[in-house]
């Protein structure tokens, strides 16, 4: 079970403005903002749920995935993942959990990808059985056959995604974090993903996490939606309540995001 | 000529933004300096008489060229052009109506300009207030002053003319860092960063003085303290302009064939 | 622990492997080291030409320091290089990854990267000392191998813990961490000459604040026979207490983490 309650979690980023004399005076002082990333985010997901986190760009979903994977400490607020505390257990959590980020790479980018995957073995601490095992499962499902033994800098992008998350199953995480694992792959490699993660969540009961702006990803995938705008809980049901009759996803969710700007303060009371 | 100045600006005000590196490299290059004056005063106290210059203009020395590293050092590169001649992304320059070898000329200069005017002038007011034998002298007349900042443009100009024949070598090559590091370590070795020349023996000094290299950072920082004198001096100022003259030419004729090349292949 | 060793094995193995993929950037960086090395080299034999004998030592004294300073400088580099280029490591968010996997942030670290290139300098180092004992008449016996020994130990272990400071205050500032570079490529540069060439006051600096004069002017001098003592053969060893502040800032360090991007 995940759990956030009241999490607050607030950035410090330096400010400048544009020009020479700004430039100069910012020489010797500096200026600071506080940008709050998330500003009190309470939800639960339940064991083998696959859940989709939506909203606009700089929204909070990065940084919930990252709280609920123990990269970044909140500021406030309880989180507990299956029975851990992300930021304090990350040695121990960190076993239960597989992360991909659909932008950054896992892989060793010079030696073959078999090579990347027996340093997790040891990284993982998996014993050699498990990791024969597993190995061969995720390279029949995701057909890696032909790409094992390539160095991960020749892979093409639905490539290496393939390879990124049998990379982050080896060691059979519980829950399943997906960052943008869509952008940039084509048609092909796009559908064959989602059919994947369907079923890892169905037949393995993998809880996933996934955070897209790609509506067909979470047509295709997930139940629940939940959509985080400005460090806020927008909503926390299904894709049906986004929905409009006689429009694409796309325009319905941007009338969404729309009408909650307008109607600040009410937010929480949102379905 | 003005996109050049503007060229020129937009790199200065790049350069200002950081800030933290500025004080950074001050704390780096007035710890170098100390260093070296330690290490050079435990060397004049073994054997003064042997000590090829006046211990002050070899302090001054070197509180100038730490104050000026920026302007000389060697092997300082531009990124952006490496990045351009090696991605092949000399063809999108040229889509400019601008020659090459004039803006790759200003950005360098901006570059160095930026960053030695962030750091100078903390570096020789600190160093002016040492006391004795560890800070910097006045210099030794007004007329060496005058000639000091005349060589020194000389000398940054000749810096980069250097730095612009290696571009020119860059583009000739597949791989080119090698190269670029030999060449860039020899002159830096041969222009007195190391060592200031006259610690070199002097038969290789003799030769040393009508090299290029000579002309770059030894020229002005030896004339401000009146190391390099009279007939030596005016030697040395026409060698440098000789040798700006040459390498120029030289820099402007590899970048034109690089330019007819990126033209006939497509970059 | 065995785990551990095992990993940082695989590491290393792995890293190797991928620097034999880019074998034409590898000897130049080689090259480029040497080249760096020759010329202050040369610039040393010249001030010696000049100035025989400077505080007591001779050309090939120095050079004798000089390839152990190298000795130690290169092979802290070459393993800790991950934290030498942590700032890369931070900026690209390359951290985060650290963070998901169930293992010693330090350790991951360390086999990030290996700098086998390094190497280069290492044999530079070598060849610097094995010139200077060739040259110099050292009565060598059991304390004075043991000394050699730990002052290269001694001198990684430190070189080491100054890249470890400067990785823990990337997490605080990835801005002006240059000034660290004072320490490091600073003492690798004007550690060429024995310490006690910048003063007195220079040297006790270098006693107590950052032991370098532990690992290089003490045992260097008991080696040279200018001094004897049954404890100069130790002394190196005592620089280890610095990685202690170095590991804990780093700890401290990872709580002020603020990933980057998105």
């Known amino acids: 079970m995940i759990h956030m309650e009241n999490v607050v979690k607030t950035y410090k980023v330096a400010r400048r403005n544009a020009g020479a004399k700004a430039a100069f005076r910012a020489l010797f002082r500096r200026e600071y903002e506080l940008i709050r990333a998330l500003s009190g985010i309470s939800f639960t997901i339940e064991d083998g749920e696959m859940v989709a986190l939506l909203?606009?760009?700089?929204?909070?979903?990065?940084?919930?995935?990252?709280?609920?994977?123990?990269?970044?400490?909140?500021?406030?607020?309880?989180?507990?993942?299956?029975?851990?505390?992300?930021?304090?257990?990350?040695?121990?959590?960190?076993?239960?959990?597989?992360?991909?980020?659909?932008?950054?790479?896992?892989?060793?980018?010079?030696?073959?990808?078999?090579?990347?995957?027996?340093?997790?073995?040891?990284?993982?601490?998996?014993?050699?059985?498990?990791?024969?095992?597993?190995?061969?499962?995720?390279?029949?499902?995701?057909?890696?056959?032909?790409?094992?033994?390539?160095?991960?800098?020749?892979?093409?992008?639905?490539?290496?995604?393939?390879?990124?998350?049998?990379?982050?199953?080896?060691?059979?995480?519980?829950i399943l974090f997906l960052d943008e694992p869509t952008i940039g792959?084509?048609?092909?490699?796009?559908?064959?993903?989602?059919?994947?993660?369907?079923?890892?969540?169905?037949?393995?009961?993998?809880?996933?996490?996934?955070?897209?702006?790609?509506?067909?990803?979470?047509?295709?995938?997930?139940?629940?939606?939940?959509?985080?705008?400005?460090?806020?809980?927008?909503?926390?049901?299904?894709?049906?309540?986004?929905?409009?009759?006689?429009?694409?996803?796309?325009?319905?969710?941007?009338?969404?995001?729309?009408?909650?700007?307008?109607?600040?303060?009410?937010?929480?009371?949102?379905? | 000529m003005k996109k050049y100045l503007s060229f020129f600006r937009l790199r200065l005000q790049m350069g200002m933004q950081y800030r933290a590196a500025a004080f950074a490299g001050m704390a780096t290059q007035f710890f170098w300096g100390f260093m070296l004056i330690f290490a050079y005063h435990a060397f004049y106290e073994s054997n003064p008489s042997a000590f090829p210059m006046e211990f002050s203009a070899l302090v001054s020395y070197i509180w100038l060229q730490q104050a000026f590293l920026a302007l000389f050092i060697t092997w300082r590169f531009d990124n952006d052009i490496l990045?351009?001649?090696?991605?092949?992304?000399?063809?999108?320059?040229?889509?400019?109506?601008?020659?090459?070898?004039?803006?790759?000329?200003?950005?360098?200069?901006?570059?160095?300009?930026?960053?030695?005017?962030?750091?100078?002038?903390?570096?020789?007011?600190?160093?002016?207030?040492?006391?004795?034998?560890?800070?910097?002298?006045?210099?030794?007349?007004?007329?060496?002053?005058?000639?000091?900042?005349?060589?020194?443009?000389?000398?940054?100009?000749?810096?980069?003319?250097?730095?612009m024949i290696v571009y020119g070598l860059t583009t000739r090559m597949l791989t080119s860092y090698g190269i670029r590091i030999f060449l860039s370590s020899v002159m830096e070795f041969l222009s007195g960063q190391v060592i200031p020349l006259p610690f070199f023996p002097d038969r290789i000094r003799t030769v040393l003085e009508f090299l290029p290299s000579a002309g770059m950072q030894n020229v002005p920082l030896r004339i401000y303290s009146g190391d390099l004198t009279g007939e030596a001096m005016i030697r040395a100022i026409l060698l440098q302009l000789v040798w700006l003259s040459v390498f120029a030419a030289a820099g402007k004729l590899l970048l034109k064939s690089a330019e007819k090349r990126a033209v006939l292949q497509g970059g | 622990m065995r785990h551990g060793f095992r990993l940082y094995r695989h590491y290393i193995a792995i890293n190797i492997r991928s620097a034999m993929q880019y074998k034409s950037s590898f000897f130049l960086t080689m090259l480029g080291q040497l080249l760096s090395t020759v010329s202050t080299l040369f610039?040393?034999?010249?001030?010696?030409?000049?100035?025989?004998?400077?505080?007591?030592?001779?050309?090939?004294?120095?050079?004798?320091?000089?390839?152990?300073?190298?000795?130690?400088?290169?092979?802290?580099?070459?393993?800790?290089?991950?934290?030498?280029?942590?700032?890369?490591?931070?900026?690209?968010?390359?951290?985060?990854?650290?963070?998901?996997?169930?293992?010693?942030?330090?350790?991951?670290?360390?086999?990030?990267?290996?700098?086998?290139?390094?190497?280069?300098?290492?044999?530079?180092?070598?060849?610097?000392?094995?010139?200077?004992?060739?040259?110099?008449?050292?009565?060598?016996?059991?304390?004075?191998?043991?000394?050699?020994?730990?002052?290269?130990?001694?001198?990684?272990?430190?070189?080491?813990?100054?890249?470890?400071?400067?990785?823990?205050?990337?997490?605080?500032?990835?801005?002006?961490?240059?000034?660290?570079n004072i320490f490091t490529d600073g003492a690798r540069e004007h550690g060429k000459y024995p310490l006690n060439i910048y003063g007195e006051k220079f040297l006790l600096f270098c006693t107590v604040a950052i032991p370098y004069a532990l690992v290089q002017y003490y045992p260097l001098i008991y080696i040279l026979g200018q001094r004897d003592g049954c404890g100069y053969p130790f002394l190196p060893l005592l620089s280890l207490w610095f990685l202690i502040p170095s590991l804990a800032l780093f700890r401290f360090g990872v709580r002020h983490y603020q990933s980057s991007g998105s």
Request: aromatic letters at 10%; hydrophobic letters at 45%.
């Open chain 1, 55 to 174: 909203g606009p760009n700089g929204a909070g979903k990065s940084t919930t995935i990252k709280i609920l994977s123990g990269i970044l400490y909140p500021d406030s607020g309880r989180v507990e993942c299956n029975g851990f505390v992300p930021y304090k257990d990350r040695m121990r959590y960190t076993r239960e959990i597989g992360v991909v980020f659909g932008q950054r790479s896992q892989l060793f980018w010079d030696v073959p990808v078999a090579d990347s995957f027996e340093l997790l073995r040891d990284i993982y601490d998996i014993p050699e059985a498990d990791f024969r095992k597993n190995e061969a499962e995720l390279t029949e499902l995701l057909q890696l056959q032909e790409i094992l033994r390539t160095p991960a800098r020749q892979l093409s992008l639905g490539q290496r995604m393939r390879c990124e998350i049998a990379g982050s199953l080896l060691h059979s995480p519980k």
């Open chain 2, 83 to 163: 990045a351009m001649i090696s991605d092949g992304g000399l063809a999108y320059e040229l889509a400019r109506p601008v020659s090459l070898y004039r803006m790759w000329f200003a950005k360098n200069l901006a570059m160095r300009l930026s960053e030695a005017a962030l750091r100078f002038a903390p570096v020789l007011l600190v160093a002016i207030l040492l006391p004795k034998p560890w800070g910097l002298s006045l210099p030794k007349s007004p007329l060496h002053f005058l000639l000091f900042l005349i060589t020194m443009v000389l000398g940054l100009l000749l810096t980069i003319a250097f730095l």
């Open chain 1, 185 to 271: 792959l084509d048609a092909v490699s796009k559908l064959a993903l989602r059919q994947f993660v369907k079923n890892l969540n169905e037949e393995k009961k993998t809880t996933v996490i996934l955070t897209t702006h790609d509506m067909q990803d979470v047509e295709a995938l997930s139940k629940r939606v939940i959509m985080i705008g400005k460090g806020k809980l927008l909503l926390d049901g299904t894709i049906d309540d986004i929905r409009k009759e006689g429009e694409s996803l796309d325009e319905s969710l941007v009338e969404f995001y729309e009408g909650i700007d307008g109607m600040t303060g009410k937010e929480e009371e949102q379905p």
């Open chain 3, 43 to 180: 610039g040393v034999v010249f001030m010696f030409q000049r100035f025989p004998v400077v505080k007591g030592f001779t050309l090939n004294d120095v050079i004798l320091c000089c390839g152990i300073v190298q000795m130690q400088f290169s092979l802290s580099e070459m393993w800790a290089r991950g934290f030498d280029s942590f700032a890369q490591i931070v900026r690209k968010g390359e951290y985060d990854r650290v963070l998901l996997r169930p293992r010693n942030e330090i350790l991951q670290v360390f086999g990030a990267k290996f700098e086998l290139s390094r190497i280069g300098r290492l044999i530079q180092g070598i060849l610097m000392l094995a010139y200077g004992i060739v040259r110099i008449r050292i009565r060598w016996d059991f304390m004075k191998i043991l000394t050699l020994f730990n002052m290269i130990f001694g001198g990684t272990a430190l070189f080491t813990g100054l890249c470890i400071v400067r990785a823990g205050l990337c997490f605080f500032t990835l801005e002006g961490l240059e000034f660290m």
